[in-house]
């Protein structure tokens, strides 16, 4: 059962290499202006890219920032109003 589950991790591995390769790809074409280079794939990058345009134009009222101290301290937190 070992086996099993060992080469599952290694297939899921193998999948996010080729993924990231095919996003970096598809991002360096972006880059060069050479949109038509895309592969059938894009459709499957266009998802996340509708979430983050819907996070980006929301008016958030306050920006919390919290910096964590590697000595376990308490962290230190910073609330800024624009």
Same mark, same amino acid.
Do not use: C, W
């Given at each position: 059962?070992?086996?099993?589950?060992?080469?599952?991790?290694?297939?899921?591995? +193998?999948?996010?290499?080729?993924?990231?390769?095919?996003?970096?790809?598809? +991002?360096?074409?972006?880059?060069?202006?050479?949109?038509?280079?895309?592969?059938?794939?894009?459709?499957?990058?266009?998802?996340?890219?509708?979430?983050s345009?819907a996070?980006?134009?929301?008016?958030?009222? +306050?920006?919390?920032?919290?910096?964590r101290?590697?000595?376990?301290?308490?962290?230190?937190?910073?609330?800024?109003?624009?």
């Amino acid at each position: 059962m070992g086996n099993i589950i060992r080469a599952a991790i290694k297939a899921q591995i +193998e999948a996010d290499k080729r993924d990231r390769a095919q996003k970096a790809a598809q +991002e360096k074409a972006l880059r060069d202006g050479a949109a038509a280079a895309l592969s059938v794939a894009a459709p499957a990058s266009a998802a996340p890219a509708t979430t983050s345009v819907a996070v980006a134009g929301r008016d958030f009222k +306050e920006t919390r920032l919290q910096i964590r101290l590697a000595s376990g301290g308490q962290p230190l937190t910073t609330r800024y109003h624009p």
